[in-house]
């Protein structure tokens, strides 16, 4: 008689589902975590300035956490458009001009 094949577990086609890349955690940003993210998989999340549904991709994450050095703490919070739109509206790095920094110190200059 012949054995019947078991069915594999639910979470186990899902994981196999998920597009899961393995975190290279010596690549990432110096932390004191206990428990930095040890794989990333697609993400989605909703713009904070338009609210698009928007998907943060594994490959992505790996990039950010891993060649940008971002924060491991970081998430994506603004869809590819808006965040254009940021960097377009203060060309690069935020900067603040003269004035508002003599203002900061409440001196005028
Ligand atoms: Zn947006």
Redesign the pocket.
């Known amino acids: 008689m012949a054995k019947r094949q078991r069915k594999p577990p639910r979470y186990q086609l899902e994981a196999e589902l998920k597009k899961r890349i393995p975190a290279n955690l010596k690549a990432q940003a110096k932390n004191n975590s206990y428990s930095p993210p040890e794989y990333y998989e697609d993400l989605r999340f909703q713009?904070v300035?338009?609210g698009?549904d928007e998907l943060w991709t594994a490959e992505q994450q790996q990039w950010w956490y891993e060649v940008a050095k971002g924060p491991i703490f970081s998430t994506a919070i603004?869809?590819l458009?808006?965040r254009e739109k940021l960097r377009d509206s203060h060309q690069g790095t935020p900067r603040r001009t003269h004035a508002e920094r003599c203002r900061d110190v409440g001196k005028a200059d």
Do not use: L, S
């Open positions: 713009c300035d338009c698009a603004r869809c458009a808006c």
